[in-house]
């Protein structure tokens, strides 16, 4: 991996934890995230500390009402009409060998 790829990666992993380090402070929301970065690296966060959480995916309707779900795309959109004045720049996808 290029130097510079690994710098805007640490950057934005470093912002990330601290997003979800302030969800979970100062909104009381409890997070679950697994990124995979080109398989170098695997973050795993689990904010609740339980073996039992984050449910099957089967449990999570019964248990969330009001549940959003995005895919890339929907989440570009989704940013974009929350930030009408701010202008996404999302990364080229990487090439595949």
Same mark, same amino acid.
């Given at each position: %991996? =290029?130097?510079?790829? !690994?710098?805007?990666?640490? =950057?934005? =992993? &470093? *912002?990330?934890?601290?997003?979800? #380090? +302030?969800?979970? *402070?100062?909104?009381?929301?409890?997070? #679950?995230?697994?990124?995979? /970065? /080109?398989?170098?690296? *695997?973050?795993?966060?689990? *904010? !609740?500390? &339980?073996?039992?959480?984050?449910?099957?995916?089967?449990?999570? +309707?019964?248990? #969330?009402? %009001? %549940? +959003? &779900?995005?895919?890339?795309?929907?989440?570009?959109? #989704?940013?974009?009409?929350?930030?009408?004045?701010? +202008?996404?720049?999302?990364?080229?996808?990487?090439?595949?060998?």
């Amino acid at each position: %991996m =290029k130097f510079i790829d !690994r710098l805007r990666y640490s =950057k934005r =992993k &470093r *912002t990330l934890l601290k997003k979800v #380090y +302030e969800l979970c *402070t100062l909104c009381d929301v409890d997070v #679950y995230l697994v990124a995979v /970065h /080109h398989g170098d690296e *695997t973050v795993i966060i689990n *904010t !609740r500390n &339980r073996g039992d959480w984050p449910p099957a995916e089967e449990q999570l +309707e019964d248990m #969330y009402l %009001m %549940m +959003e &779900r995005f895919n890339l795309d929907d989440l570009g959109e #989704y940013l974009a009409e929350a930030e009408p004045n701010v +202008e996404l720049e999302l990364p080229e996808p990487p090439e595949l060998l």
